[in-house]
């Protein structure tokens, strides 16, 4: 984890699918973040 934390604040991550749009670094750590957030909501309720 740290060290895909480390390359990606070096590099400046950018995603072009099919040049309409550009994915950046804030879009996919707030997808990552949502994901995240939704694995730990989806295993609390899985534990009761």
């Given at each position: 984890l740290q060290l895909f934390i480390r390359k990606i604040s070096k590099?400046?991550?950018e995603i072009s699918p099919g040049g309409f749009?550009?994915?950046?670094r804030r879009f996919i750590?707030?997808?990552a973040a949502t994901v995240?957030?939704?694995?730990i909501v989806l295993a609390q309720f899985?534990?009761?």
């Open positions: 590099s400046r991550p749009y550009t994915l950046n750590t707030s997808i995240t957030t939704y694995f899985k534990s009761e």
